[in-house]
């Protein structure tokens, strides 16, 4: 089937005409419309510049539509309570949180003892772990980090956290958020599957312990289960011994990839997961629940109370009810459990597996397919479902790889059939397929392969 018969992935207008036609929708007046009305204004003016994730050529972000249990969990929640605060605005909620919470912690292997909560989303996730992190470091001085903040370590200023080259930002946006700065971020170096080196890590944790010239306050180890560039899982069984030696902090990032651990032949990339002190998952990725859907997960659940501040007229210290909010920052917090529940008691557990499984497949038999090509450069061997290249016709000057990408996406995105992202490894530019939603499939991304190469024929 050619692309002219495909649905549109979005219009692929302009930002331009994209706030031409949206201008209706926000020419506030003093009287009201009819429902019927603001409706027909919405599904004329607002979706066709939308975006379709459930169309198969959509293979660029971490964005998925609704799976359909939860959709109905989500639509409960809306209509009844979309927040779970406390106990008192939604004691059901609040429950419901808590029992999904320890099950939660059960379907991944976590050891007894662990705990998790909802959070709005990763970013926040690894901000909270990151503070927690610090937070055990200061008592492990002696202090308490609430009361006496940053200054009660002797020299703030020696802090460090301990991250691949490939982290996600938001780690860069917790340090900053705490105060600590991005000076704070030790850098190590990935192998040739985008991995953390752990030979490197060792070699940094064991510098920075000494007291040389290089002499840092180690509290964090962040390790990335699935990087957001290439998917890739950190050996994070080898990096919690090393954390451990130090008696450091692991905090494993799997916003994007800590879903795939359920995936029974793709349990063994995440080994060592029930050994980190936090980890952070994004159920809103593969997993199809509605934004906001994010969980940390804690070791030793008690940690999550680092977070705790009691008030006098809910989260109180005497109550004797769950009061879910203690565990992170958001006095109003959405209930999110409820999709998640409904989606996976929906799907079952082996309906779940599958799901995920999918997109995994297809990236791997993309994989195998473009070693024949020598005109595709394949970046790494994938772990999950993302993979790197770049185009390389023969005969195109060395200088101009990374145009001839840029030129690609952009012709791609114009077309507004089909997706894919742009990326940079090592400083270069590249392409990036990302399989995530189960409707991906081997046959759209090699349909999308051929129209990158037509594309690639044109460029002069
Ligand atoms: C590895 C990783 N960490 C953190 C995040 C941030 O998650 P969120 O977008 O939910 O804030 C992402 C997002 O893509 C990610 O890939």
Request: proline share 6%; net charge negative.
């Amino acid at each position: 089937m050619s692309d002219a018969s495909k649905p549109r992935i979005w219009s692929g207008a302009s930002p331009e005409e994209v706030a031409r036609d949206l201008q209706p929708l926000v020419d506030f007046q003093e009287e009201g419309l009819p429902i019927e009305d603001v409706e027909a204004l919405v599904e004329e003016r607002l979706l066709p510049h939308l975006c379709r994730y459930d169309v198969p050529s959509f293979h660029s972000f971490f964005n998925a539509f609704p799976e359909e249990g939860a959709a109905y969990g989500a639509r409960v929640a809306l209509e009844w309570n979309q927040g779970v605060t406390n106990w008192q605005v939604s004691p059901g909620g609040a429950v419901l949180e808590e029992l999904c919470c320890a099950a939660l912690c059960r379907l991944f292997g976590l050891e007894a003892g662990a705990g998790c909560t909802p959070m709005y989303c990763g970013t926040y996730a690894n901000q909270q772990a990151i503070y927690m992190a610090l937070h055990r470091k200061a008592e492990m001085e002696g202090f308490s980090l609430p009361d006496e903040g940053l200054q009660g370590f002797g020299d703030p200023a020696n802090l460090a956290i301990v991250v691949s080259t490939e982290m996600h930002f938001s780690v860069k946006h917790a340090v900053r958020m705490l105060g600590l700065g991005e000076r704070s971020i030790v850098t190590v170096g990935v192998d040739e599957n985008r991995r953390m080196d752990v030979g490197q890590l060792r070699d940094t944790l064991a510098r920075l312990a000494g007291d040389g010239a290089e002499s840092r306050n180690v509290f964090c180890v962040s390790a990335t289960a699935g990087t957001t560039s290439t998917g890739s899982v950190d050996p994070l069984g080898e990096i919690a011994a090393a954390c451990e030696e130090h008696a450091v902090w692991l905090h494993a990032d799997g916003a994007y990839g800590f879903g795939y651990a359920l995936v029974p032949e793709w349990q063994p990339l995440y080994s060592g997961a029930e050994l980190a002190d936090s980890i952070t998952w994004d159920p809103h990725k593969q997993f199809g629940a509605p934004i906001p859907s994010s969980i940390i997960f804690a070791r030793r659940g008690e940690d999550l109370f680092r977070m705790a501040i009691f008030s006098s007229y809910f989260n109180r210290e005497d109550s004797a009810e769950p009061n879910p909010g203690l565990k992170s920052i958001p006095s109003t917090r959405p209930l999110s459990a409820l999709p998640l529940a409904t989606s996976i008691r929906h799907l079952g557990l082996s309906g779940v597996i599958e799901r995920l499984r999918k997109p995994l497949v297809v990236i791997r038999k993309v994989y195998n397919y473009l070693e024949g090509h020598p005109d595709i450069e394949v970046l790494h061997r994938p772990d999950t479902g993302i993979l790197c290249f770049r185009v390389v016709p023969s005969g195109l000057a060395k200088e101009r790889v990374g145009e001839l990408q840029q030129h690609i996406y952009e012709t791609l995105l114009r077309g507004g059939k089909r997706s894919l992202s742009i990326s940079e490894l090592d400083g270069e530019t590249c392409l990036r397929i990302v399989a995530l939603s189960p409707s991906v499939t081997v046959e759209a991304v090699r349909e999308t392969l051929l129209q990158v190469r037509r594309i690639a024929e044109s460029f002069h």
